[in-house]
Every structure is written in C-alpha cells, then in structure tokens.
C-alpha cells in the first residue's frame, strides 16, 4: 500500500463476495495521513511535469509492461475481491492496455500548443497562442464494479497531462489497485507521483479536500456532496454516475444481434454497470420472439467464479450484500405490480443473484426507473418507435443507450431525438470504450465527460493564454497620455472597419 501506514487497530478488512472467507486487509486512514500523502505528491510533480510528454508517456509504457508481466496475479486478486467470473475479470486489463497505448501515442499531439488567428485588424501585429499546464494534484475516486479498469480509465490522462494523482478506491476492493499502485511506485522506478490511500467516507472527503481537481464514478447521492465541496473550494470536478441504459429494438432489427447484446449488456459483470443495459423496449411485432430468444439465453448463462485462466463461468457474484438486496427488492416489487420472472428472480449462493429476465413491466415499477446495478433485464412491449423513444427518455438518468435497426438513416434521426450521452447503433455498451469520443451523462448521471480524445487529457489542464507582441514600440496608441486627435482617429478607425454600411462607418 503507498502512503503511510494507519494508525493501529485502523484497518479495513476485504472479503470475496463469492465465498465471504477473507482475502487481505489494507489501511484506513485519516485526514492528516492522506494530507501527508498530497504533500509528498506535489513536491514531486513538479519535476514529473518537467518530463514532458514523452517522457512522462516512457514511464506509463514501462508501467504497461509491468502489468502485463504481473497480470494473473493482479487479475487473480480483482476476482478474488469482487467475486468475478474469470472473463470478467479479464476485461480489466484490456482497458488498461487501451488506455495506456491511446494516451501515450497522442499525448504530445494532444497537449501541444494551439496556434490561434487574432480577431480584428488592431490585433493583427500580435501572435496568440493557448498552452496548457495540468492541475498539480488530481484525485480520483472509484467504485468497487471495476478495480483495475475503473481507475485506469482515468488515472492514464491525468498521469499523462503532468499532474500527481492520489488515487482512493472502493475500501470493498482496494486490493488490485494497491497493487497496481506498489508497481509504480516500487517496480518501474517512476517518480512518486501516484499515490492509492484507502479508508472509507472519510478517507474519499479528505482526498476532495486536498486537491485541485476531483475525477469521481460512483453514486448520484455521493456525486452531487462532491460537487457542492468542488465548488466551494471553487476547483472543478468530472463526476460520472449512475445511469438506467435503455436499449431500444425496432421491428427490423437483426433480433438474434439484439438478443445477443441485450444479454452481453445487461448481465456483463452481473449486471453492474454503469453503462450496462437496465431495461429493454422492443416494438409489438417482434417483442415475442426477441423475449423468447434473450430468455433462453439468460437461462443458459453460467454462474460461479471459476478458476483463474479457466474460463467456464459467464458472470460471477455481485460485490457486495447491498446491492444483492437493492435488486431483490427490485424483482419483488415488479412482481408485486404485475410482472412476471420468465427465468431467475432468486438470490444464489455468496452475493449471487440469478440472472433474470422480467416482462409485463411497466413505469410504475422501481426497476425501471432506479438503478438496478444487478443482472436482470426487464423488457417493454411497445406500439410503435415514438413510444419507445418517449419511454427511453422518460428517466432521471442519461448516460448510455443503444438503438437496434436495420435503417441507417432512420438510426441516424433517432439517435437525435435519445436523450443521453451515448447512443450504440446495433451493438450494447461499446460507445463508452471508444476512447477518441466522449464518455459522459446528461441529467443526474453526470457532469462532464471521460475519454473524448484530446479532452480525455485536456480536462485535467488549466488553459493559459499567451499574446505575444511581433514588434517592440516604446508606446500604444492607448496608452498614457491620451491626446485628442490620437483618440479621434482611432474611434473613426473602428467605426470605418467595425461598421456594415457606409453610413454608419462615416458617422453620418
């Protein structure tokens, strides 16, 4: 664990979902620990920022390899912390590997000067340009959905931009980013200027209170007390929350592909997350066969957390015991309302909940319109494209969506009229991995936006103008002291460029 160690008998112990026996135990610490911990990390950025691009991009490739050469054990402790089948488990370190080749690539492209035109005929004898310094320290606060990736997504565009980074995980799983962490820290011989302190509710305040720059995932509730602490302390803040992703399929879509991603997208990582599919709208004429198809895929899922390399589970437990319940209470209350469970609906072993499939649904029930962050798929029957559209919209929620039809141009018009921050065209979660466009919510699920190209970097800057003067006079027309025919003729000068008519350039 980097940072000091906690005061005794102030420690937080890990367990595995799948089997509750405990795997490791990490630090919780206080205020004036992790105060420390900044103090340390911005002594050291500026000399990490001095690197440049490059050099700082030399250092993440050199962290790169080290992850790989490390990856079952790393990957052996994400399972273990959050009770993961072993293919999701896996995906953590391709967004690593994306993440980190992306950046590192275009990081002098995307941090180089900008050359800007002057705006007016005065302005034309200076040069302008815009240049970019990062925040000194950005902290970057994670759930426990994702480990490895949720922080890597992240931490690479600030790291890259030249800031320090104190990083706070989820004290649920704490235990592959510590270790992640270490590597740099202790592996590669990079400066100290990645930092993971762990703790809970207090630990995450602290780490607000020490930096210039907040980058947040989580919950709604958490996210808006984050950014009224933001702007108190006036530094800005990327929160990216939760979401209720709607997918829509119009009656001529390819209905196996849609099945196919209703299921990879709402049962990935047993449901949680954040841009995973929460709830499914499908016109009348094909609503029979696609629930048929997605219920016997549902059925056949695998559930367990196999062996590490094996590969023969689909989705493993849930993480922790209050979310199993949050979606209980979700079936139960759908069912209440006059839903049915076609398969599932039922806690399994550990925090397993079964994957399930819910029709007959409507808008009155609480799952499908709070977050569910579980494994179940609840599916609409629809009368035509406009109802659906009005239904998808119809949430507190805009993060991700997906749109499901053969028409092109009709999936074109449509996404315009979705209101979220993404829109996959026949495909589930994709357009949050597209590492060149943004990643962000509208409504209650977010404030600004991940990845984005240049953006995914840019938005742990602080942007600098810089005029510059081509020719050195010893005075300006409008400086000291002003002489009449001086000030005349430069009025009469911006009325005669300024001006859109002969009229009012004369002054007549």
């Known amino acids: 664990m980097s940072g000091p160690a906690a005061v005794a008998g102030r420690a937080l112990a890990v367990h595995c979902p799948a089997d509750g026996r405990r795997i490791g135990e990490v630090p919780d610490l206080g205020r004036?620990?992790?105060?420390?911990?900044?103090?340390?990390?911005?002594?050291?950025?500026p000399e990490w920022e001095a690197l440049g691009p490059r050099g700082r991009s030399a250092h993440l490739l050199r962290w790169l390899d080290w992850l790989l050469d490390n990856e079952r054990r790393l990957l052996e402790l994400v399972q273990q912390e959050t009770g993961k089948s072993w293919a999701d488990a896996s995906l953590e370190m391709s967004v690593a590997v994306d993440v980190i080749n992306y950046f590192t690539a275009n990081a002098e492209a995307f941090l180089a000067d900008r050359k800007v035109k002057p705006a007016g005929v005065a302005n034309r004898v200076r040069r302008l340009r815009v240049q970019v310094r990062?925040?000194?320290?950005?902290?970057?606060?994670?759930?426990?959905?994702?480990?490895?990736g949720g922080p890597m997504m992240d931490v690479v565009g600030a790291l890259v931009a030249g800031a320090a980074v104190v990083s706070k995980p989820s004290e649920v799983t704490p235990l592959a980013w510590a270790e992640a962490v270490r590597g740099w820290r202790e592996e590669i011989g990079a400066?100290?200027?990645?930092?993971a302190v762990t703790g809970g509710g207090e630990a995450g305040a602290a780490v607000v209170d020490q930096v210039d720059m907040v980058m947040f995932t989580g919950s709604v509730r958490t996210g808006r007390a984050?950014?009224?602490?933001?702007?108190?302390?006036?530094?800005?803040?990327?929160?990216?929350?939760?979401?209720?992703?709607?997918?829509?399929?119009?009656?001529?879509?390819?209905?196996?592909?849609?099945?196919?991603?209703?299921?990879?997208?709402?049962?990935?990582?047993?449901?949680?997350?954040?841009?995973?599919?929460?709830?499914?709208?499908?016109?009348?004429?094909?609503?029979?066969?696609f629930v048929a198809m997605v219920t016997e895929r549902v059925a056949a899922l695998r559930q367990g957390m196999d062996a590490p390399g094996s590969f023969t589970c689909d989705i493993g437990s849930m993480?922790?015991?209050?979310?199993?319940?949050?979606?209980?209470?979700?079936?139960?209350?759908?069912?209440?309302?006059?839903?049915?469970?076609?398969?599932?609906?039922?806690?399994?072993?550990?925090?397993?909940?079964?994957?399930?499939?819910?029709?007959?649904?409507?808008?009155?029930?609480?799952?499908?319109?709070?977050?569910?962050?579980?494994?179940?798929?609840?599916?609409m029957k629809v009368a035509d494209v406009d109802e659906a559209i009005a239904l998808a919209n119809d949430s507190d929620y805009g993060l991700s969506s997906s749109l499901f039809t053969r028409d092109r141009d009709r999936a074109d018009r449509l996404s315009r009229r979705i209101e979220a921050g993404s829109v996959a065209i026949n495909?589930?979660?994709?357009?949050?991995?597209?590492?060149?466009?943004?990643?962000?919510?509208?409504?209650?699920?977010?404030?600004?936006?991940?990845?984005?190209?240049?953006?995914?970097?840019?938005?742990?800057?602080?942007?600098?103008?810089?005029?510059?003067?081509?020719?050195?006079l010893k005075s300006e027309p409008l400086w000291y002291p002003v002489v009449p025919w001086r000030s005349r003729l430069i009025s009469r000068a911006v009325r005669l460029l300024g001006a859109h008519d002969w009229r009012r350039r004369l002054g007549s």
Request: with cysteine; hydrophobic share 40%; charged share 20%.
């Open 32 to 45: 004036d620990e992790i105060a420390a911990v900044c103090d340390d990390l911005r002594r050291a950025q």
């Open 134 to 148: 990062p925040h000194q320290l950005v902290g970057l606060i994670t759930p426990w959905n994702g480990p490895l």
């Open 191 to 195: 400066p100290p200027v990645l930092a």
């Open 226 to 289: 984050i950014a009224v602490r933001c702007a108190e302390r006036l530094i800005p803040c990327s929160l990216e929350l939760g979401g209720k992703d709607a997918m829509i399929v119009l009656a001529d879509a390819d209905l196996e592909r849609a099945a196919n991603a209703a299921v990879w997208g709402g049962m990935t990582n047993s449901g949680q997350a954040c841009i995973g599919v929460e709830r499914v709208y499908v016109e009348a004429p094909v609503y029979d066969r």
């Open 319 to 379: 993480v922790t015991p209050a979310q199993v319940d949050i979606v209980e209470e979700h079936v139960k209350d759908a069912v209440a309302k006059g839903a049915r469970i076609l398969t599932g609906g039922h806690r399994t072993p550990g925090n397993g909940f079964a994957p399930t499939v819910l029709v007959d649904v409507d808008h009155s029930m609480r799952c499908m319109r709070e977050e569910t962050f579980g494994p179940t798929l609840p599916i």
């Open 427 to 472: 495909n589930a979660m994709v357009a949050a991995f597209q590492l060149p466009v943004p990643m962000g919510g509208w409504k209650n699920s977010g404030l600004g936006t991940r990845f984005g190209g240049a953006q995914g970097v840019l938005k742990y800057c602080r942007q600098q103008s810089v005029v510059e003067e081509r020719f050195s």
